[in-house]
Structures are given as C-alpha cells and as structure tokens.
C-alpha cells in the first residue's frame, strides 16, 4: 500500500508537467496561427491598397518589413505553409523545367486589322450576319496589351494552375511564377471554379530601371517590354520573377470544363469584366461599351492621342461584341474569333541602308532574298534583316544595293522594306538577281513557269532542304513523332545517322544514345515515339511528304478523293483537277513530285514501310458533301470525336449556322446555334440521329 502510494506520489507532478508542457505548445501554436493569419490578412490589405485602388497606406519599407516578418514566421513554422499565403509572392526552388499542359479552352489569336477601312468592314459584316443596326450594335472596348498571355485556373477559389498560351493548344506550366505577381489573386473571395483570361505585362518605368542595372551589371539589357515580361515569367527561378514586379491584366473567364456555365451570372462582356474585377482580378479600368463603328473609332483614336503616357505597352485596341449571345452566335473561324477584332495602331516606320543581299533556302525549295541592313530600332525590336520574298518584289520596290530604305514592322511584328529613296542612290547601284546555283547545294535554281518563286532543284539532297522537310515530316500536324524536333534531327543529319525520313525507322537505342543530352531512357523514349508513328492516317501521310502547295485541308481532301495511297501515287493532272480546291499550280506539283525519282521514289518506300491507313470517304452517304454544326455537349461523343465521324462520312463540320446548313447536332445545353437552326428551319438532330447519318454514309 505505501509503495503504490509512494508511486503515486512520484509520478503525479511528472504527468503534470507534461501535461503543463503540452498545454503550453499547444497554446504558443495557437498564438503563431494567429500572429501569422493576422499578418497574412494585414499584407493582403495592403496589396488590394496598392495594386487594386491606388491608394496605399503605408511606405514601401514599412510594408517589406511586414512582409520579411511574415517570412521569418514561416520558416519558423512549416506547418503552417499555406498556397495562398503572399509568402508565395517572393518564389520557391528553381525548376528543373517547364511542363507542358494543354488547355481546357484553346488560346486563339484575334483577327488584326490595320485601319478605318477593316474595323468598319468588320462592324458591317458582323451586323449582317446577326441582322442588327450596325449604328447599334455595341461592342466592348479594352486596351490591347504587349506581354504574354496567361491562363490561371482556380478551384474552389485556390490558384492551382497557369498556362502560358504556348501553341494554343497546350502551354507552358508557370503557376510558381505567377504566384509571385502581386496582383494576382492566390484565393478568390468566394470558392469558385473557372479559369482566368489575362496579360502580364511590364510597366515601362520597371524596364527602364531593370535595363539601367542590367547595363550597370556588365549584362544585355532587354530589348522591348513584351519580351521582359515574357522572360520574366518563364524564369525557372520564381525567384527571378518576383524581382522583375510584373503585373496581371484580367480581361476573360471561362467555365471549369467545356459544356458549364460561369460560376457568376454574366450576359455581357462588360459584365465578366465587373465580375473580375469583384473577385480581386485588375481589369482595364478605361474599358468601356460603343456603339458601332463610330464609337469604335472614337475609342481608338482617344487611346492613340494618350497611347505614349500609359505605363504600359499597348499595340491597338481589342473590339469584342458585348453581347456574349451573339458572340456564340458568330462563332469562330479556325483560329480566331468572329465576335473580336485587335484594331492595331499604325506600324512603326524607320531609315536604314541595304548592306547585303543573301538567298535562304526553304523547306521546299524555295528561295528568299533577304536584305541585309544596318541595325534600327523600329516597333520595339532592332532590325537587321528584312525578307522579299521573291526577286519580282525586290524590282517592284526597286531596292537595291546600298539603297536608303524605309523599314517598317507591318502590324508591329513583321519587318518589311516599305519603298527605297532613289533620290539618295548613289549613281551606280547594283540591281539584285537570283543566283543560277543554290547557295547551299549549288544545285540549278529554276523560276517556276507560273509563278514568282525560284526554287532548287536539289530535293532532299540539298542539306538546307533536307533539315526543314525532315522537321516537316516529323511534326505535329504530320507523323507527330514527339522528341524529334529540329534540333535533334541536326543532331541525327551532323552525326550521319540520317539522310532522309526513311532513316528514322532505321534507328536504334545504341545509335540515338550516343548523341549529345540523350541517355538510355531518352533514346528508348524515342524509339518508342518513332514506332508508334507507323501506320498513319493517308491525310497525315500526304502532308507529311512536304509537296509544294500541299498543306493540312489539302492532305485531307486528296486523302478524301483517293481513299489508298495506290491510288495516289497513281495520280494524273486531269484527276487531280476534278477535285474541289486543287488549282493546276498544286495539281502540277504533285504530279511533279510524284514522278521525281528521289523524291517520288523515297515516298513509295516509306508508304510500302509505314502501311498509311485507307479511308472510308462516305462518297455516296447522307452526308456527302453537306455541313453539319455542332453545338452543346454530347452523352458519348466528345466534340473532336464527332468531328471526326461527320468527316469520316464525307461531310465538313462549320462553326456557325447558315441556310447553307444541313443539319446542327444539338446536344445538353445547347445555345444560340440550336435557336437559330429553329428559325431557319433547319433539321435538328440528336446524338442517335447524328451517329446514324454517319453510319448509313
């Protein structure tokens, strides 16, 4: 009894103690959450402050304190790292390497026009076609920003994703770096998910301050504002992004996946725009809502008149239809919208003096003068070649050499030789001529008999030549045979492993793992990727082979037409002239490149290797020459799925409803396509329908 007393006695102010120290932790953890939740919501404040009403309360020293405190607590205390923290502002590790993600929604360029003329064409056009007031039709107005375009991803309110626009399909994976754009929202106010339409962009007081140190560090200042801001951001130390204080413009939204609706009620542009800016996104504040092409021209021409004291950099104006109805009513063309415009402001103009002239020599062939300047700075970039693209235009400009010229970035991207000064030529100038030899292969160079282009008549034996059709026909349009970029094909071509496309499938692990940055698992990486290129569509097959004029929608009507590649190969002028769209330029390249012994010849081998799959055209089906539109989600067809099926079946799928419509698909939330195809009074068909069509073609 007294020994379990006694035991009792000793071990009870141990217990407590404990039991005190664990009280104690758990209280001073307590005391950190909150000190740290506390100094996370007052940094917050004075973010909004700063970037979002130009108002802030505080010196820029008072609030880096604030923020190296915030810092020094969270290292402190790891367990309570948070995504949405502004620590996240300042950057992580470096990464080893950006990753590519394809987007949910496809990141497509706006149609550019260049003056009064276009925008007012467009206004019309688009009027027209919705059968409105083109006096009343009201577009929304935005300044269009020079930097790199983003897409962010939120769910549940979290920024969880950003996506550089990259090809339009798939980009580049930067969400720590943007996490440390301060004006970017880590979390939303409310829990939604969508994805975010934005522009970074580069003030030009940061770039001038970032060039003077560059310069001061002995390193190459940047040479425009769109490219600071691209490099910034694709900066694999996030670190380095933060440093470079980039800035986030909102200008779209977007539903979490294709066939949702906005998370927030919005009929209008204008409306996503408030809504964007509601949930903490910084918009284009001059934003505004016209009313036809006089209101358009309005907004541009005062956006030009103050175009030189906005701190950032603009190119243009974008015009978007605020109505979102008839935005989806227009629809899209391939690559751009119909309801949008980029109103770009006049080109740049600068004087330089022809130095030089040189030929490049083309993936086909072809032969590009080039003249060579003296470097001017003109649209932001400095220019120091500028293409002609064939010698009658290098006479109809009457440029020659050591000629004054006036040199203009046409769009603000293009180079290009507006006219010469005769009046400062020298009194003997040398008129250009094309080389009688390719200056790569010295090959013959013959003029094409109806055209303007010169071309080589080395074929693939031209080492200029062979480098661009191998690329060609290893791109992602044609065999998409992923890791063999242009590149590594030098790379294959320098070391002698290749010579012309066949070679590919002659190649090994042991010989690819022998070249520079490939190891054992790249090379059977790649070897796996070259395989599974073998038996290919016949339309990807023919685009593949680089004929002259042959580009994807002429691959797929001559596969559509011929059905085998025996049939192909077997071509005549007058068959291929039957087909629709194939003009006698194209059909005599064919033809030519066909009966070519290297290049006719290397073709047949590859088809007898590769076995390019036939096609069931659906000539004599029910959708044989018909369009069809598509809108809404299916149950069991993805959209590209269909697209496939109404091809497979000799039809051509439209973007838009017109009386030249054969038939819309409708499928779940179908918009306003269905309720124009009503008012047309064109048939309207279900999933089954659909499926049964293309299976009775």
């Known amino acids: 009894m007294l020994t379990s007393l006694n035991r009792a006695d000793c071990s009870a102010p141990h217990t407590c103690r404990h039991r005190q120290r664990n009280r104690c932790e758990l209280a001073n953890r307590a005391a950190h959450l909150i000190q740290i939740s506390n100094l996370r919501a007052e940094i917050e404040r004075h973010q909004r402050l700063y970037h979002e009403h130009d108002a802030p309360e505080i010196p820029d020293a008072q609030y880096d304190a604030l923020f190296r405190k915030l810092i020094a607590l969270e290292e402190a205390h790891p367990e309570f790292a948070a995504p949405d923290s502004p620590s996240q502002r300042v950057?992580?590790?470096?990464?080893?390497?950006?990753?590519?993600?394809?987007?949910?929604?496809?990141?497509?360029?706006?149609?550019?026009?260049?003056?009064?003329?276009?925008?007012?064409?467009?206004?019309?056009?688009?009027?027209?076609?919705?059968?409105?007031?083109?006096?009343?039709?009201?577009?929304?107005?935005?300044l269009k920003f020079d930097g790199l375009a983003l897409s962010l991803r939120y769910a549940d309110g979290l920024l969880v994703e950003a996506l550089t626009r990259g090809d339009g399909a798939s980009g580049e994976e930067v969400t720590a770096q943007v996490r440390t754009i301060r004006n970017v929202p880590l979390r939303l106010p409310l829990p939604l998910t969508l994805h975010v339409r934005g522009e970074v962009v580069m003030e030009k007081g940061v770039f001038a301050s970032l060039n003077a140190q560059r310069t001061a560090e002995g390193k190459k200042p940047f040479v425009n504002l769109r490219n600071a801001a691209a490099g910034s951001v694709r900066q694999l130390d996030p670190k380095e992004t933060a440093a470079r204080r980039l800035k986030f413009f909102a200008y779209g939204a977007a539903p979490?996946?294709?066939?949702?609706?906005?998370?927030?009620?919005?009929?209008?542009?204008?409306?996503?725009?408030?809504?964007?800016?509601?949930?903490?996104?910084?918009?284009?504040?001059?934003?505004?809502?016209?009313?036809g092409f006089a209101g358009i021209q309005e907004w541009f021409e005062r956006v030009a008149a103050i175009r030189e004291s906005i701190p950032f950099e603009i190119d243009g104006c974008v015009a978007k239809l605020d109505d979102l109805r008839q935005q989806e009513q227009l629809?899209?063309?391939?690559?751009?919208?119909?309801?949008?415009?980029?109103?770009?402001?006049?080109?740049?103009e600068a004087l330089s003096v022809v130095r030089s002239f040189v030929c490049q020599v083309g993936r086909t062939g072809r032969l590009t003068p080039v003249a060579k300047i003296d470097p001017v700075f003109v649209g932001g970039v400095t220019v120091s070649s500028?293409?002609?693209?064939?010698?009658?235009?290098?006479?109809?400009?009457?440029?020659?050499?050591?000629?004054?010229?006036?040199?203009?970035?046409?769009?603000?991207?293009?180079?290009?030789?507006?006219?010469?000064?005769?009046?400062?030529?020298?009194?003997?100038?040398?008129?250009?001529?094309?080389?009688?030899?390719?200056?790569?292969?010295?090959?013959?160079?013959?003029?094409?008999?109806?055209?303007?282009?010169?071309?080589?008549?080395?074929?693939?034996?031209?080492?200029?030549?062979?480098?661009?059709?191998?690329?060609?026909?290893?791109?992602?349009?044609?065999?998409?045979i992923e890791g063999l970029a242009e590149q590594t094909i030098a790379a294959l071509i320098d070391a002698g492993l290749v010579k012309k496309p066949l070679d590919f499938y002659h190649l090994n692990v042991a010989k690819i793992a022998v070249l520079e940055r490939f190891g054992q698992q790249s090379a059977t990486k790649l070897t796996e990727a070259i395989e599974g290129s073998k038996k290919p569509t016949l339309a990807r097959f023919i685009y593949a082979l680089g004929i002259f004029g042959v580009g994807e929608a002429t691959a797929k009507d001559l596969a559509k037409a011929f059905g085998t590649w025996t049939d192909f190969a077997a071509a005549t002028e007058d068959r291929l002239l039957a087909i629709r769209d194939i003009g006698p330029a194209?059909?005599?390249?064919?033809?030519?490149?066909?009966?070519?012994?290297?290049e006719g010849g290397e073709a047949r081998l590859l088809a007898e290797y590769l076995q390019p799959q036939d096609v069931v055209t659906g000539a004599a089906g029910a959708l044989h020459g018909k369009t069809i539109v598509l809108t809404g989600t299916f149950p069991a067809l993805t959209r590209e799925q269909a697209t496939a099926m109404a091809e497979a079946a000799g039809g051509k799928v439209a973007g838009s409803v017109s009386r030249r419509t054969f038939a819309v698909v409708a499928g779940a939330e179908a918009g306003s396509k269905l309720a124009k195809a009503q008012e047309l009074g064109i048939p309207v068909w279900d999933e089954a329908q659909f499926v049964a069509a293309c299976a009775a073609a």
């Open 331 to 348: 629809g899209w063309n391939i690559r751009t919208p119909r309801f949008a415009m980029a109103y770009k402001f006049p080109p740049q």
């Open 91 to 142: 950057g992580g590790k470096p990464l080893k390497a950006f990753r590519e993600v394809a987007h949910a929604f496809p990141m497509l360029s706006l149609r550019d026009v260049m003056d009064a003329g276009e925008a007012s064409a467009a206004v019309a056009s688009a009027a027209g076609e919705l059968g409105v007031d083109p006096n009343e039709i009201e577009y929304g107005m935005e």
């Open 256 to 291: 979490a996946a294709p066939g949702q609706s906005l998370p927030f009620a919005a009929s209008r542009q204008s409306h996503i725009l408030a809504e964007l800016q509601r949930l903490g996104f910084t918009v284009d504040t001059s934003a505004a809502v016209v009313k």
């Open 586 to 598: 194209t059909a005599a390249n064919i033809v030519r490149f066909l009966a070519d012994p290297a």
């Open 386 to 480: 500028v293409t002609l693209h064939n010698e009658d235009q290098v006479r109809l400009k009457d440029v020659r050499l050591g000629d004054t010229i006036v040199v203009r970035r046409a769009g603000d991207v293009i180079p290009e030789i507006v006219r010469s000064l005769p009046e400062l030529r020298a009194a003997q100038s040398d008129v250009f001529a094309m080389p009688s030899q390719c200056p790569v292969c010295s090959a013959p160079v013959v003029k094409e008999e109806d055209g303007a282009d010169h071309r080589c008549t080395g074929g693939i034996a031209c080492d200029a030549q062979r480098l661009f059709r191998m690329t060609h026909f290893t791109s992602r349009l044609a065999m998409n």
